[in-house]
């Protein structure tokens, strides 16, 4: 798997780091961004996604031509 790296702010890493209960800004951010990923994947499951926009839209009346 490849990996990435960011640079943060330590103090939102450290902030992180305790919501998360992580003992790493490594470990913390990994845990939002799965947690962030299985959130949408919930919601897209339920609402549909941005695919669907045409299918959930209130059909329009036929053009008339003549």
Same mark, same amino acid.
């Given at each position: 798997?490849? /990996?990435?790296?960011?640079? %943060?702010?330590?103090? %939102?890493?450290?902030?992180?780091?305790?919501?998360? +209960? @992580? /003992?790493?800004?490594?470990?913390?951010?990994? %845990?939002?961004?799965?947690?962030f990923?299985? @959130?949408?994947?919930? @919601?897209?499951?339920? @609402? +549909?996604?941005?695919?669907?926009?045409?299918r959930? #839209? #209130?059909?329009?009346?036929?053009?008339?031509e +003549?």
């Open positions: 798997m490849a /990996k990435v790296t960011v640079s %943060l702010d330590a103090d %939102l890493a450290i902030e992180v780091m305790l919501l998360a +209960g @992580t /003992k790493s800004p490594q470990d913390a951010v990994e %845990l939002l961004v799965r947690d990923l299985a @959130t949408r994947r919930r @919601t897209e499951a339920r @609402t +549909g996604d941005a695919a669907d926009e045409s959930l #839209a #209130a059909p329009q009346a036929p053009v008339q +003549g």
